[in-house]
């Protein structure tokens, strides 16, 4: 199976990523909150592009691939592997012993479900090339 690739032509920037490319400001450097970030509108345009589907389909298809892989997280307790792109997987982390910061009390926090994200080695080398 040929593997399909969304990104642009070697040397190309996006002009999402454009702004991202900026030098950092002052106000960049202390919040997360002021960096751009892909929405839902990205990845469904991209799509469009890619596979020449109508906006309608697009946002279908984004859909059932987010509901699968909630699924696939929630139900099955599967991890999900993108090849070149990295693996989610559902951990529970331990409860551990905590203090009450006004009282002083101690007690022990509640075990709880989580995803972690591990990058592939591609996505590594892609994000920190120059």
Not at 8 to 33: F, H, I, K, M, Y
């Amino acid at each position: 199976m040929e593997e399909l690739e969304l990104g642009l032509p070697p040397g190309e920037v996006c002009s999402t990523c454009q702004d991202r490319n900026r030098a950092p400001t002052e106000r960049s450097r202390r919040s997360r909150s002021t960096r751009p970030t892909c929405t839902d509108a990205f990845f469904i345009g991209r799509i469009v592009e890619a596979t020449g589907l109508s906006q309608g389909d697009a946002i279908v298809v984004y859909h059932v691939i987010l509901d699968a892989m909630k699924h696939a997280l929630r139900r099955h307790r599967e991890a999900i592997r993108i090849r070149g792109f990295g693996t989610l997987e559902r951990v529970t982390r331990q409860g551990h012993k905590i203090r009450h910061p006004r009282t002083g009390e101690d007690a022990i926090s509640r075990s709880f479900d989580c995803v972690r994200f591990r990058a592939a080695p591609t996505l590594k080398k892609r994000i920190r090339a120059p």
